[in-house]
């Protein structure tokens, strides 16, 4: 099955500068990457998600790239902000017409110093 | 609350003793799934179900059972087999209409063995 390795598992950056997560996976047949923004004792959210047929999604300060040969994708979130501050998941899915599963990374807790 | 509700918010086991987690859509998501996270780790599947009367197990399904009788409905038994059931449990739902875009998070719900 699907494993996704997420590194790092702690990133502390200062107000303003950029943060990269990298996530890993392993079945060639995933083609949906969504990244998940989740703060303390609360849901995760959607930030932005991309499909396999595409290398590179933005959404304002929200960038993922996607490198199917590598087998990785990463979240890039620039001039970043101290609300920024969360737990960020990657995940991996083979979609199918009737439902998709997500294999979730083991998360990234971001930390935004003033 | 988004669509799906869990319920309780906090629920306290007694040790050998069955409880069961409420999850409620009014989506019209054909799919749900229950997922279980872990201080420090990810969010790992348990069950989930593609459509109403069927289910499959999820990477760590082992003293956990689901039933799914109504398509708004996806409760999940922690049965007295599950050793270590202390954790944060999350319901989703989704819909193949929608595309993996659609996958809902419930507020989830945060059970304890006292």
Not at chain 2, 32 to 53: A, C, F, H, K, T
Request: net charge neutral; charged share 20%.
């Amino acid at each position: 099955g699907e494993n996704v390795e997420q590194h790092p598992s702690t990133l502390s950056v200062q107000e303003g500068d950029s943060a990269v997560i990298k996530c890993t996976y392993s079945d060639s047949a995933s083609n949906y990457f969504p990244w998940y923004k989740q703060e303390l004792g609360k849901r995760p959210q959607l930030i932005i998600d991309i499909r396999s047929n595409v290398g590179e999604k933005k959404d304002q300060r929200i960038a993922v790239t996607l490198n199917k040969t590598a087998k990785h994708f990463s979240l890039h979130i620039t001039e970043t902000q101290p609300e920024d501050s969360a737990v960020y998941f990657c995940a991996a899915s083979m979609s199918t017409d009737s439902s998709y599963k997500l294999i979730f990374g083991s998360g990234t807790r971001l930390l935004v110093r003033p | 609350d988004g669509g799906i509700t869990q319920s309780p918010k906090y629920l306290f086991r007694k040790e050998g003793q069955n409880v069961t987690l409420s999850c409620e859509q009014n989506l019209n998501h054909d799919a749900m799934y229950w997922y279980r996270q872990d201080p420090g780790q990810g969010l790992r599947l348990i069950y989930y179900s593609q459509i109403v009367n069927d289910f499959q197990k999820g990477d760590i399904a082992e003293g956990y059972s689901v039933s799914r009788e109504k398509k708004e409905s996806f409760p999940l038994t922690v049965t007295s087999a599950q050793k270590n059931p202390t954790a944060f449990y999350l319901c989703a739902s989704s819909t193949p209409g929608t595309g993996p875009s659609g996958y809902t998070f419930g507020s989830g719900t945060r059970l304890t063995v006292v």
